[in-house]
């Protein structure tokens, strides 16, 4: 007996895409960037930046009762699934789900690229403010700088706080700490 697919319908190509984007042999990890597939393969010093963010903020997370990870961010009606750097999202949303919605997060957090920083300060800070995502933190590794947006809506996030020179202290808002140490990354 041969196993089939789940199907899709084939009208509707954002389905479409991301039925094939989940199914990529060879890759780990694949984005979708405004309808082109992005392979991930971060190198040994971007995933270095994102350890030791993940620990600074370790703490309060496990107080707010949330986990911190890179899990699949869809944004439904576009041409975009989203694997960010790291999010912080309650424990109980992440418990068996497949992806999550960017306003299901907390926080949201992309760190630069020399192939990819663009993407990280344009495209992905507006279409994180259109889904809701409520706090965007960009650490611009090129820039040497950390900006944290705000305030989401559909025309970007209304507020911003930044760009702050890596080794100054971030302030972060409720419910995280009040500071951010961007002193090693």
């Not at 409520?134 to 944290?148: K, S």
Request: proline share 11%; aromatic share 8%; with cysteine.
């Amino acid at each position: 007996m041969s196993t089939r697919p789940p199907a899709y319908p084939a009208d509707d190509p954002e389905t479409a895409l991301t039925y094939a984007v989940q199914r990529i042999r060879g890759f780990n990890r694949v984005q979708v960037i405004e309808g082109f597939i992005e392979p991930l393969s971060p190198a040994w010093d971007h995933e270095g930046t994102i350890a030791k963010l993940r620990e600074r903020i370790a703490p309060k997370v496990h107080a707010l009762g949330c986990m911190a990870g890179s899990g699949d961010l869809d944004l439904p009606g576009t041409p975009n699934w989203f694997v960010p750097d790291l999010a912080v999202v309650p424990r109980e949303l992440a418990k068996g789900a497949g992806a999550l919605l960017p306003d299901q997060t907390l926080l949201v957090v992309e760190v630069t690229s020399d192939s990819n920083g663009d993407t990280d300060r344009v495209v992905k800070r507006r279409r994180y403010a259109e889904y809701g995502a409520p706090l965007y933190l960009l650490v611009d590794r090129q820039q040497r700088a950390c900006t944290l947006y705000s305030l989401p809506g559909n025309l970007g996030y209304t507020k911003m706080d930044g760009p702050h020179p890596l080794g100054t202290p971030l302030p972060l808002p409720e419910p995280f700490d009040p500071e951010l140490d961007t002193s090693k990354f």
